[in-house]
């Protein structure tokens, strides 16, 4: 838990708690007893702390945030009484010190760290502050702005940045742990006073005040709803206004604030969930535990529209030596222009720079039209456009081309992996990497496994998500996969509200209220309504293959809304055309207005089609948009195309720009209690009978009716009878 030890005058408490040290009450005790111990031994002149297997910690366990009161008020006591020392205690930070972690730090008179070792303060990320006097003393170390700046967005710093900041003494490269003794040994008998933070005034800052309001409105701006930025900001303000003692209070005030919200339920479910979904399993009865991926030692992207650029981005960025192959000249020399410009301003934003990601070496990234230069390739990503017939082709001719054992990826967002599988030779090494646009910045890699797609293949896949700094999640293979699946009957919602008489603009507000990055409107016009429309022709929605004499509002027997096409003929793709379901200030312009024309095309399609027009409020809007995408993820499940209503989750919350404060869709409706959305379901569909996505899903149905399980126990409920798998 934390090991005491006493070498010569400086005694020594090792937090070990496998495997990131976190500050468990035994932990807690444990280095409550070692500085008790150290006090008491007239021998020992000073203290030095550090951490197990090269890691200070990660702060407290936030597993142990089931019983808050009794973790929260622990930790703080023992950082006082760190400080309070009168022996010199140093901290020698190795890997990491966050959260409660670098409280504990903050407490001791020095901290040494590591030039690798990594600190921050990232409770806000789980919905909290740092309840450990860190709003305190962090301030008075470093002054407010960087305080401030590492408190409310939880980031991250690099040791050099420390050092530059303040918060650390002295960074080493060698071993930290004698460098800590050495410094221990070199202050003992040196005044403690100027070392204790509690005691030292905050920097001021010229017009704080100004400084302070400004602050806040940018906290309260990228916050979107969550909580925690705002109860930081305000706890950093208390140190500002009051003494350390009073400062102290407001903070664990705010503390208990952030503890009792949801909020912070929510992004500790994320925060798991995340995790959770690298174990991986399928129904077939591979999994992460026995699967081994193979080395990717180098690459191919086949395709440089958007996806392609983004996705050789990451490729390159990930140090991955890659061939980017393009149909002719012309459109390869289009796409490595944009793939330079990308790189160009990705490695502005690294340490290093170009020299960090080397893409002018053509044996690191190789731009052809050659399909002979993939024969060698460990694994190919295939980023051409919608179209299963180009799709299919180009899979013939790679499992001609490439060697035996090469990995072949397709991205797509719907189109079966199956089917594209069965145009190569190999269809255990083929499987769907779906990225989300802009595939360089987006963390969600939805990876869908086919029938034949091998436990290797899958492993593959995800060590490539991880390689990326992506989030991989394994599903299966179905129309939509799982993101898309359940943004299908959101969207359909959204637009049957237009029609019923409600604005995009309105509908947009309302699920940005709720915290969506941007409504569905907006991001229609923002994807291009094309696409959409391409893939409804596909399908025989719309176009030409159309039977003569299908009603307008209804497609196989289901209610329909030709809405989307009827803009598409109209030229209005959305940013491009510069107007879609807002206008836009020129093609590919970006502000977007509520368009006078639309309005008056929505009045006449109502009139045409004998639409009472009716004010369509909030909460209709809401419950009909998200119950439906909901509902989706239940049946989604319940066929065993993923493995866990977390699965789900991290797609939504990564790819889709779900709240993250709001844990997720299916942890959405777990709060929201099962039974309820259920009733909510039954009364929009006895309402909208034609509508099969609010027709309660048979699964949510018996989750309500064994009493609403916790979400945990969900799949358990899941008989074998009911499921596919
Ligand atoms: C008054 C009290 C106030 C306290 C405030 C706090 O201290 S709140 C906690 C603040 N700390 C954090 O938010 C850090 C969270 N952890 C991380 O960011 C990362 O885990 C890491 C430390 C950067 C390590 O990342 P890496 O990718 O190397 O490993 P994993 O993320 O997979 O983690 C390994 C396992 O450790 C578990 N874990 C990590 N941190 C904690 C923690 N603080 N408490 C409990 N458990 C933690 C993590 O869940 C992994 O476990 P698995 O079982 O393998 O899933």
Sequence with gaps: MAQYARGSAVAVIRLRNPPVNALSRAVLQALEDGLKKADADPSVKAVMICGE?????????????????????????????????????????????????????????????????????????????????????????????????????????????????GLVDEIVEENTIEAAIRLANKVIGQPLGPRRLSLKPVPKVPNMEAFLDEALAKVKR??????????????????????????????????????????????????????AVRRWATPGGASWSSAAPQPVRRAAVIGLGTMGRGIVTSLVKANIPLVALEQDLENLNKGRKAVMFLLEREAMKMEGGAQVLDFHNPARLQFTVDFDLLRDVDLVIEAVFENMALKKEIFHKLSKICKPGALLCTNTSALNIDEIASATNRPQQVIGTHFFSPAHVMRLLEIIYGRHTSPTAIATAMQLATALKKVGVVVGNCFGFVGNRMMFPYVQQAVFLLEEGSRPDAVDQALEDFGFKIGPFRMSDLAGLDVGWRSRKDQGLTGPSLPAGT???????????????????????????????????????????PDPWLLNFLSQYRDTHGIQTRFIDQEEILERCLFSLINEGFAILAEGIASGPEHLDVIYINGYGWPKHRGGPMFYASTVGLPRVLAK??????????????????????????????????????????SKL
């Design 53 to 165: 297997n090269g890691k200070f910690s990660a702060g407290a366990d936030i597993r142990g945030f089931s019983a808050p009161k009794r973790l929260g008020g622990a930790l703080g006591p023992v950082v006082s009484l760190i400080e309070s020392s009168e022996k010199p205690v140093v901290a020698a930070i190795e890997g990491v010190a966050l959260g409660g972690g670098l409280e504990v730090a903050l407490g001791c008179h020095y901290r040494i760290a590591h030039v690798k070792a990594r600190m921050g303060l990232p409770e806000v990320t789980l919905g909290l502050l740092p309840g450990a006097e860190g709003t305190q003393r962090l301030p008075r170390l470093i002054g407010v702005p960087a305080a401030l700046d590492m408190i409310t967005t939880g980031k991250h710093i690099p040791a050099t940045e420390a050092l530059k900041l």
């Design 222 to 275: 990228q916050a979107r709803g969550c909580l925690a930025p705002e109860l930081c900001f305000q706890a950093v303000r208390a140190a500002t206004q009051s003494p350390f003692a009073d400062g102290v209070r407001r903070e664990r005030e705010l503390f208990q604030v952030l503890l009792s919200s949801g909020q912070a339920q929510a992004l500790q479910y994320a925060f798991f969930a995340e995790r």
């Design 551 to 593: 009603p307008a509002r209804q497609r196989r027997g289901q209610r329909y809304s030709p809405l989307p096409d009827l803009l598409c003929e109209h030229g209005r793709f959305g940013q491009k055309t510069g107007k879609g379901w807002y206008l836009y200030e020129k093609a590919g312009g970006r502000t977007a207005t």
């Design 681 to 722: 379901l039954q009364k929009y569909s006895e309402a909208h009978p034609d509508v099969p996505g609010l027709q309660p899903s048979a699964f949510l149905k018996k989750l309500a009716a064994v009493g609403n399980p916790p979400l945990k126990e969900w799949m358990s409920y899941l008989s074998q009878q009911s």
